[in-house]
């Protein structure tokens, strides 16, 4: 708890909390700009049975695998930065603060802040939905399932992303593999289900809740339809996500500097 808490007051000065608000606006205003002009959506807003909301969920969800593995790799390479320049690994370890503590409270405040990042989206989307004064009535257990699922594969990218940049003092490794991550995310949605489950960051499109229905053959006259997530591979994901949750924390902990 007294190094959760220095961690915390350590945060002041790294500016953290403001490099948080700058990406997570930035994309909330990219997607929720869009909908304004969006025909589509504006069509749907008086109608009770079309998806509005599942239409105001897809924003997030289709923009997620772009910023969210960008945002976990900017905190985690600040948090873990601040040792790795002032050189105090050395210093932590001779004022009894083993490895272990040290793993558990950089990764629970980055954790933490992707937690708000998520539920803050769920907020925004909620709020708006209401504030242009959707018809349909909000679908909780859609929006549930979308924060659920979003945070299952948060925790895998916040996981990778922290022990990379525990380990290494320099950071452009870890910053380049979330480049990588929000890069294999946002061309996910391309990409058929299979392929895209077996790369971590492509999971962020199983949150997609509204698809087309190709059936016919016409993509053209094809209608929106609202379809369940899929967590077999988000949890098989995150089943493998905590299996190298403790690895990682073995491997931190006989890492030498």
């Not at 105090?88 to 933490?112: M, S, Y």
């Not at 392929?195 to 016409?218: F, P």
């Amino acid at each position: 708890m007294k190094y959760l808490c220095l961690e915390l007051y350590k945060l002041k000065r790294r500016k953290v909390f403001l490099t948080f608000v700058l990406i997570l606006g930035v994309e909330l205003l990219f997607v929720f700009s869009n909908y304004g002009n969006n025909e589509n959506f504006l069509g749907m807003i008086s109608d009770p049975n079309a998806p509005a909301w599942e239409d105001l969920i897809v924003g997030p969800a289709t923009m997620n695998g772009l910023f969210l593995p960008i945002l976990a790799a900017v905190i985690a390479s600040r948090i873990c930065d601040m040792e790795h320049r002032g050189n105090t690994w050395k210093l932590l370890e001779c004022n009894n603060e083993n490895r272990k503590a040290i793993w558990f409270c950089k990764f629970t405040v980055v954790a933490v802040l992707m937690l708000a990042a998520i539920l803050i989206q769920a907020l925004v989307i909620v709020a708006y939905g209401n504030a242009v004064g959707i018809v349909e009535p909000l679908p909780v257990k859609t929006l549930w399932e979308f924060v659920l699922g979003t945070v299952m594969v948060t925790f895998v990218v916040v996981t990778i992303q922290v022990f990379f940049s525990l380990v290494f003092a320099n950071q452009l490794v870890p910053m380049s593999i979330g480049m990588i991550g929000a890069l294999i995310g946002f061309i996910s949605t391309l990409l058929p289900t299979g392929i895209r489950n077996i790369l971590i960051w492509g999971n962020y499109a199983e949150m997609m809740v509204l698809g087309q229905d190709t059936s016919s053959g016409n993509l053209q006259s094809s209608e929106l339809v609202v379809r369940n997530i899929d967590f077999l591979p988000l949890t098989i994901l995150f089943i493998v996500g905590l299996i190298a949750f403790v690895l990682f924390e073995k491997k931190f902990q006989k890492y030498e500097y």
